[in-house]
């Protein structure tokens, strides 16, 4: 990839995936949560799929549940996760460099997730980066702007940020599908969870395969 200045005063950042590695604890609250609605789930690696999408919707897709009992797998999720499974969890490394390199280049940072703002600030305290952040934005408790789309309207509207200005990074296709609902340029990470062919068919304005790729075009800029 030739390398392009990333001129964006405004960076909006996903959570999972993107900043954090958080595996471990999401795959295995989804399996505490499968396992007191009586469903076997032995295999974490195939819970990844969770990681990145609203919890609600994947549990009634991935298992054919109606909003009634997947609204209980939420809450048995909330039950371990909220415990243990936020802990489990770690920054993917070389995050903490750029975050420091786009503070310095005094560029204003966001973060925008479908997770739950109280575990979104959780995670970010524990993990000590909520200070390179003005401010976090997630989704609430009951379900309210988990669609990337609508939160990022939320993001833009409460912080009155010019959308030309804009930038969204993140490893799922609801990122980049948020992104250009509301008229932002994305780009898209090939670390986390997004595979190629998710992210590629999903047109990003970006596509770094790599957090160094992402770090070297930022550190073009001013």
Not at 37 to 53: K, R, S
Not at 63 to 84: I, M
Not at 175 to 200: I, K, P, Q, R, W
Request: hydrophobic share 40%; with cysteine.
């Amino acid at each position: 990839m030739s390398l392009r200045v990333l001129p964006y005063q405004y960076v909006l950042f996903d959570l999972d995936g993107t900043l954090t590695d958080p595996r471990e604890g999401i795959t295995r609250s989804v399996q505490y949560a499968l396992n007191k609605l009586g469903i076997a789930a032995p295999d974490l690696q195939a819970l990844e799929h969770f990681i990145g999408p609203p919890l609600l919707q994947c549990f009634m897709h991935s298992y054919d549940l109606d909003e009634a009992t997947a609204w209980q797998a939420v809450q048995f999720y909330r039950e371990r996760f909220a415990v243990s499974g936020l802990y489990e969890n770690q920054l993917f490394a070389g995050i903490h460099e750029l975050l420091q390199l786009l503070t310095e280049q005094q560029r204003t940072l966001y973060i925008a997730t479908s997770k739950p703002k109280v575990f979104a600030e959780q995670i970010a305290a524990h993990f000590d980066f909520a200070r390179y952040f003005k401010v976090i934005y997630g989704s609430e408790l009951d379900g309210t702007r988990t669609n990337k789309v609508e939160l990022l309207a939320h993001l833009l509207t409460q912080e009155q940020l010019p959308a030309e200005q804009c930038l969204m990074i993140g490893d799922r296709k609801h990122d980049l599908l948020g992104a250009h609902a509301n008229g932002l340029h994305s780009a898209a990470v090939g670390y986390g969870f997004g595979s190629e062919e998710e992210l590629s068919s999903h047109n990003p304005a970006y596509h770094f395969a790599t957090l160094a790729q992402l770090h070297q075009h930022f550190a073009l800029g001013r």
